[in-house]
């Protein structure tokens, strides 16, 4: 069975993200192993840290993943400092980090009209720059995300729809 790991940009249990990524474990858990990351255990990025056992915990998620789905809010045009952290200490050593050729998939939400799209943009360019394969294909917005909550979970059945169709069309090139 194929292995995903989710990877939630958003401390909040409640966020529209979290929300997000729950719905979509539970639409492919039947077909897919999934499993969450919670980079809120990882310190912040600094080299000169060898031996953290959360960070390695997390390396090893990365490694052992047969491919990654991002599910993040947008912040400030941008992603989350807890995302960003979570990809820097992964990331090395540079070129040959456990990304180098990871499958990624981006999913972004957003309270605004736009639904992360200045998120996404910036987490591809990321990834790319990493040497991950991002996959390419329509893309996962998810605009004015906080009406869609009900029950901690995305209710939007035509973006769950979708969403969901990408990604087993991503868990297909795995």
């Not at 991002?70 to 400030?76: A, C, I, K, M, S």
């Not at 960003?84 to 309270?111: E, L, M, Q």
Request: some cysteine; proline content about 4%.
């Amino acid at each position: 069975m194929t292995d995903l790991l989710f990877v939630p940009g958003s401390l909040r249990a409640a966020s529209s993200s979290r929300a997000t990524l729950r719905a979509l474990v539970k639409r492919l858990e039947a077909d897919v192993t999934c499993h969450v990351a919670d980079p809120g255990l990882l310190p912040h990025y600094n080299a000169d840290v060898t031996d953290n056992a959360e960070v390695k915990a997390f390396i090893g998620q990365v490694s052992d993943a047969d491919g990654l789905v991002f599910v993040t809010p947008e912040y400030n045009y941008s992603i989350p400092g807890l995302l960003k952290n979570a990809i820097d200490w992964a990331s090395r050593p540079a070129y040959a980090s456990v990304f180098k050729d990871k499958r990624c998939f981006v999913v972004t939400t957003s309270g605004g009209a736009l639904g992360g799209v200045r998120a996404q943009a910036h987490l591809k360019y990321v990834l790319n720059a990493m040497l991950a394969s991002v996959f390419v294909g329509k893309e996962i917005v998810i605009p004015m995300a906080n009406d869609k909550i009900s029950d901690g979970l995305l209710v939007d059945a035509t973006i769950l729809d979708f969403a969901e169709e990408q990604l087993r069309d991503f868990v297909a090139t795995l």
